[in-house]
């Protein structure tokens, strides 16, 4: 591979994309960079000045299959060829599954999981025809192991594990790779601007109201302790494209490595007592406490 490849990247817009798409364009990359809403471009281009790097910005909207078709052809006619996608697009729904509606269901899959296809469908062809590529997925730990709270969002990060293990069968006799990345908590905006709370969530008469605001105060912490950056994704997915033999997964983060870890290797039973208990436990505790008036 050659670092005057191009790599286009969903998402771009903040967060985890866009250090991604200045991480790689330092290191040589010809980066599109895609950006749900032409609004958005400026702060991308800020962004990108601010780093001594160039970014190509183009808009793609997951759910709109004429943008995926215009923003891959832009892509590919840069240097002829997309070498890498990074399917980092995604939002996030916050809240109990009686409290979160149809609606809001079928947005979070019809974005992570539908528009995540999409795009990888019209990457494809020009990669085949290449004989070269790489399609890396960012997913979660919270692909692996769900969470209080966050059951629709993992459950779309638990689809795109299952379609990223099958896509790497399907074209490794192409001569492509599909790769995962899985990081940890990051305190990026998918924390404040992007949270994705439900509206029944906030509900103070929803049963699960003070055992999810216990809950998310609970991740509030766990991101402010957190020490995995944005730029320890990029690095990630940087590896993924460039190593000779990439690995199918690349997880993000030691918190996040220890939590797979003891999965795979406690017995379930253990596992779902001390970790899945230690946590209702402390929420049920918060939640049962008198209130401050």
Same mark, same amino acid.
């Given at each position: 591979m050659s670092n005057a490849d191009t790599i286009l990247i969903t998402g771009s817009a903040h967060g985890l994309g866009l250090e991604t798409a200045l991480y790689l364009a330092?290191? +040589?990359? !010809?980066?599109?960079?895609?950006?749900?809403?032409l609004a958005q471009r400026p702060?991308?281009?800020?962004?990108?000045?601010? !780093?001594?790097?160039?970014?190509?910005?183009?808009?793609?909207?997951?759910?709109?299959?004429?943008? *995926?078709e215009a923003a891959v052809a832009a892509a590919?006619?840069?240097?002829?060829? *997309?070498? +890498?996608?990074?399917?980092?697009?995604?939002?996030?729904?916050?809240?109990?599954?009686?409290?979160?509606?149809?609606?809001?269901? !079928?947005?979070?899959?019809?974005?992570?999981?539908?528009?995540?296809?999409?795009?990888?469908?019209?990457?494809?062809p020009h990669m085949r025809a290449a004989g070269r590529g790489r399609i890396v997925n960012i997913s979660s730990v919270g692909g692996r192991i769900s969470a209080f709270g966050v059951g629709i969002y993992c459950s779309s990060k638990f689809a795109l594990e299952g379609l990223s293990e099958a896509l790497a069968q399907e074209i490794e006799p192409f001569g492509l790779h599909a790769i995962l990345i899985e990081?940890?908590?990051?305190?990026?905006?998918?924390?404040?601007?992007?949270?994705?709370?439900?509206?029944?969530?906030?509900n103070p008469d929803s049963p699960y109201y003070q055992l999810f605001q216990a809950s998310e105060a609970f991740a509030d912490r766990l991101v402010e302790r957190s020490k995995t950056q944005p730029m320890d994704v990029a690095a990630a997915v940087h590896r993924a494209l460039t190593v000779d033999k990439p690995k199918m997964r690349y997880v993000v983060g030691r918190p996040a490595s220890v939590v797979v870890v003891l999965r795979r290797y406690v017995p379930e039973r253990l596992f779902e007592r001390l970790y899945f208990g230690t946590f209702l436990r402390r929420i049920r505790a918060t939640a049962a406490a008198p209130q401050p008036e």
């Open positions: 330092q290191r +040589g990359f !010809r980066v599109c960079a895609t950006v749900r809403d702060s991308v281009v800020e962004a990108a000045a601010e !780093r001594g790097v160039e970014l190509e910005v183009v808009q793609l909207d997951l759910t709109d299959p004429s943008s *995926i590919a006619a840069l240097n002829g060829s *997309i070498f +890498g996608l990074v399917n980092n697009g995604s939002i996030g729904l916050r809240g109990c599954l009686e409290d979160v509606t149809d609606d809001e269901v !079928r947005r979070v899959f019809d974005t992570n999981v539908l528009g995540t296809v999409a795009v990888t469908r019209a990457v494809l990081p940890g908590i990051i305190k990026t905006t998918r924390w404040t601007s992007n949270r994705g709370t439900s509206a029944g969530a906030q």
